[in-house]
């Protein structure tokens, strides 16, 4: 309830900035302005909805398998789909060599649940299933749907800036003279890089939830933290070069590749006997403890799609 209601704080306090927006600049300089971007920036946004799928599809290197394929991967989805109450999704095979799984299409019914072969080399059945289970959460709660939403209001702010500098230098005017639009602007521009800021946190979120939507799918707490575990030490050895080529789809991801470095640095403190993975106990002695993070992990975080992984694994220790 807590991820909930912070969902929709998030959104109301995004629609009454983007209310206020429209209110206070439209009264300087005028509605028909303001529509204008407004319209691109929703044309551009429902652009990436309709061709989104495809460039993921392509960019990921994914290929639909069959159950006679993967007969085990179907199962374990199929389950899942049917304990979720949605339709199963198309499953997919990336031929990219990073270990990870994500899920991605336009609608819940219309969705595609992907994984590497990588993945499917280092983690174990129980494993699998856990993270299989956070990705069908993401589509159970139409995450697809609701972060294209959110990326919407500071794709308007943007043109809407970008729009009023160029207007008032193009009509011979350097800011000088009295002339708010470049001011204004610039204004917009901070705006626009806090509510970026904001949609980064709404994702943060949606990777909480979408955990406790697969531990309320029937997999335990130690296997997600296991499973997130591996694949932070699967990630921290791909190459740079391999890294770079999804670094735009990276939010897709169960957790952020570009961080798997700092996070098996953190993740040694719970894993205390060394032995690759996290049992019921350590997590037990995790839920008892505070985790502090440095400024820098912090400020890490705050630019990130996803969670701290150390915060994200202490945040399934209070389920155990």
Not at 178 to 187: D, F, T
Not at 255 to 268: G, I, K, Y
Request: one cysteine or more.
């Amino acid at each position: 309830m807590g991820l909930q209601l912070r969902m929709y704080l998030l959104l109301g306090l995004l629609f009454g900035i983007i209310y206020a927006i429209i209110v206070a600049v439209g009264s300087a300089v005028g509605a028909g302005f303001l529509w204008f971007y407004i319209i691109i920036a929703v044309g551009l946004i429902f652009l990436q909805y309709l061709i989104g799928p495809s460039m993921v599809k392509w960019t990921m290197r994914v290929q639909y398998v069959s159950e006679r394929e993967y007969p085990k991967l179907h199962e374990m989805v199929a389950e899942l789909a049917r304990a979720s109450g949605i339709k199963k999704p198309q499953i997919g095979i990336s031929k990219i060599p990073i270990p990870n799984a994500f899920a991605f299409g336009r609608t819940r019914g219309g969705a595609k649940v992907c994984v590497t072969e990588a993945l499917l080399s280092q983690l174990r059945e129980d494993e699998l299933r856990a993270v299989l289970g956070h990705e069908l959460s993401h589509i159970k709660h139409n995450d697809m749907a609701l972060m294209t939403l959110l990326s919407v209001f500071p794709l308007i702010i943007y043109y809407m800036a970008i729009g009023m500098i160029f207007s008032g230098y193009g009509r011979g005017n350097r800011g000088g003279g009295g002339n708010p639009l470049p001011l204004i602007g610039l204004g917009l521009l901070v705006l626009y890089f806090i509510t970026n800021l904001l949609v980064l946190y709404g994702s943060r979120i949606r990777e909480y939830y979408a955990d406790v939507g697969s531990l309320k799918l029937g997999n335990r707490p130690r296997h997600l933290a296991t499973a997130l575990y591996k694949l932070a030490y699967g990630n921290a050895r791909v190459p740079k070069e391999s890294l770079k080529r999804i670094e735009g789809l990276k939010a897709f991801f169960v957790n952020d590749p570009s961080r798997a470095l700092t996070e098996v640095s953190e993740l040694r403190q719970v894993d205390l006997d060394m032995d690759g993975t996290i049992d019921r106990e350590e997590l037990e002695i995790l839920r008892s403890k505070s985790v502090v993070l440095r400024t820098g992990d912090k400020l890490m975080e705050l630019m990130s799609t996803h969670p701290n992984m150390l915060k994200r694994i202490k945040h399934l220790a209070q389920f155990v």
